[in-house]
């Protein structure tokens, strides 16, 4: 039995080799495995302009929904994306829903995982996006007008991701320094560029599906964290100076 461990797959209906990825991996599961997904399966555009009769057709969330039946464990901590899917996950996909701080153990290994949105880095206006009046608005906006908005936010978002992502990530170091005795590996997700950081503890960001396979398996012979697809650049790397972890000893100043 192995356990595994993903996020911010943003699921759309526009975007469908983000799905096919999902369902690759999840057919390539075994009965009995366990499966975490850190916030963010569906991208809010998916979830508030489709209907839950409309959500419970599509193939990625069947699958998932199949490899439940076959044995396996769906856990979702919902992120910023998906946080009024949560009925929808229960009732339909059948999810065991945590609130984080989530605490798990896997072979062996404590486990603290957060989405990360919720830790003081993100912009203003992208924290206004999280509530569920605009959940509800963008919903009911007609397609031209909720596809010209999204087209603005990607926008907007693309302008200013270089400093976001090392604001995350400066964060992200910060609270993880602040559990050294309390977790093995420490687990973020909503940033899309996977990093992983050794250290007391280590930290793991999950990483995006936009363009590649990312994920976290544990199991008997420990943790490991794999990359598949993608161009180099979309790689296993901090694409910005990283913050010294001051728990580990090798950072130790002389």
Sequence with gaps: MSDYFLSDVHLREDRPERGRRLVQ???RLAPGDRLLIA???CDFWMGSRGTPEDLAK???LRALIAFREAGGSLTIL???HDLWLVPFYERTLGATILSEPA???SHG???HIVHGHLLGARRKWKAAMESREFFRSFGALPHTAARALDVVLEAK???GLAADEQRHLAVFREYADHLQDG????VFGHVHRAVDLPGRPRLVVLGGWQNRVSYLEIDAAGASFHIEGGSPEDGLASPFPVPPNRNDPSHASS
């Design 25 to 27: 991996f999840v057919e």
């Design 39 to 41: 916030g963010d399966l």
């Design 58 to 60: 599509d193939e990625t």
């Design 78 to 80: 919902p992120g910023n």
């Design 103 to 105: 605490l798990v153990e």
């Design 109 to 111: 290994l404590r486990l």
């Design 157 to 159: 978002n693309r302008r």
């Design 183 to 186: 977790a093995d590996i420490v």
